[in-house]
């Protein structure tokens, strides 16, 4: 991502807040509290579009060449703040707004600033950085004066802090294109570990390193996106602590269901007859000892199907699947 100091079309900070009359109340309160949302984000936009929004009462305005999103979102975030209303209208009212302002964890300088107390009004361009808390704080103290009269014990506002770097449209087109194609190679690497995680599933085969990493780079060839080598063998390694975890975790649950499918008799005279011998160890079941019966009926020691089914769920008769 370009910075502020590296473009040359320059950018500007705009910091807007305005009060929210909420009806919901917290009545539990004791005392009254003033609850600050404060949002902060850093966006590109083309120089064209720029112009389409400030000269947007204009006939004809410079338009984007092709169809792009309107501004680039690098970051993002949203924290909601409360304190006492007392903290606001006392003489410390100032140091509480600027333990806001840097627990915003701001990802740039506030510099270039552009100020409005509403959606409607027009900016404002402060000349002093160090004015930005003092306008919050007239707003803070404007919004619990305004509401105080009602008897609320709750206070809202909002702050939204953006800022806005203006890069020429053929920079902007190519930074577009490169966050397209990004999302895109992500989606065919999870495309490819999804293909290849299934595929060690169906078979119950684990692919050796060079198999993972030959069949990683021909499906990735195949949906026309290459990768270094360093990428690669990361996504190689992503591959195998997926399907690692898969397993253990479909094993566990598969170990269950198997489990429950089982039914344990004790042998009767009868079923000594029927049984014979247990296919598994080839030696006779005797009588009152305990066996396995599974789904389709056909019965084994304990031991020996407990072990066989370590090594595959199918009955070794009929080959009949206890994952059903």
């Not at 004066?145 to 008897?151: D, I, L, N, Q, V």
């Not at 890069?167 to 053929?170: F, G, N, P, T």
């Not at 078979?203 to 030959?214: I, P, Q, Y």
């Not at 008799?265 to 009868?270: D, P, Q």
């Given at each position: 991502m370009a910075s502020s100091t590296d473009c040359g079309y320059g950018y500007h900070i705009n910091v807007s807040a305005w009060e929210i009359g909420d009806p919901v109340q917290d009545n539990t309160l004791s005392s009254?509290?003033?609850?600050?949302?404060?949002?902060?984000?850093?966006?590109y936009q083309s120089e064209a579009i720029s112009t389409i929004i400030t000269h947007k009462l204009k006939s004809i305005v410079s338009a984007p060449t092709k169809s792009i999103p309107k501004k680039i979102t690098a970051h993002e975030t949203e924290h909601t703040f409360r304190f006492p209303c007392d903290s606001f209208i006392s003489t410390h009212g100032g140091k509480t707004v600027s333990s806001i302002i840097s627990d915003m964890n701001i990802p740039f300088s506030l510099e270039n600033i552009q100020w409005r107390e509403h959606v409607c009004e027009p900016w404002v361009l402060l000349e002093n950085p160090d004015d930005l808390p003092n306008h919050i704080l007239d707003l803070a103290r404007y919004t619990?004066?305004?509401?105080?009269?009602?008897?609320?014990?709750?206070?809202?506002?909002?702050?939204?802090?953006e800022k806005k770097i203006i890069?020429?449209?053929?920079e902007y087109e190519t930074m577009a294109q490169g966050i397209e194609d990004q999302e895109r190679v992500e989606m065919i690497k999870a495309t490819a570990m999804k293909e290849i995680i299934g595929y060690q599933v169906a078979?119950?085969?684990?692919?050796?390193?060079?198999?993972?990493?030959?069949r990683l780079r021909i499906i990735l060839r195949e949906?026309?996106?290459?990768?270094?080598?360093?990428?690669?063998?990361s996504l190689a390694n992503q591959v195998s602590q997926t399907f690692m975890w898969t397993q253990k975790?479909?094993?566990?649950?598969?170990?269950?269901?198997?489990?429950?499918?089982?039914?344990?008799?004790?042998?009767?005279?009868?079923?000594?007859?029927s049984m014979g011998r247990c296919s598994i160890c080839i030696q006779e079941v005797e009588l009152k000892s305990y066996v396995s019966r599974l789904p389709c009926s056909h019965m084994f020691h304990r031991d020996c199907i407990k072990e066989w089914l370590n090594k595959s769920h199918l009955c070794p008769l009929c080959r009949f699947s206890l994952d059903q």
């Open positions: 009254s509290y003033l609850f600050i949302t404060c949002k902060v984000e850093l966006s619990i004066k305004g509401f105080e009269k009602t008897g609320r014990k709750e206070f809202k506002m909002y702050i939204h802090i890069l020429s449209q053929q078979t119950g085969r684990l692919l050796s390193r060079t198999e993972l990493l030959l949906k026309n996106a290459t990768l270094d080598w360093s990428s690669l063998e975790r479909g094993r566990s649950s598969l170990e269950s269901s198997v489990e429950k499918a089982i039914e344990y008799l004790r042998v009767k005279g009868s079923d000594v007859e």
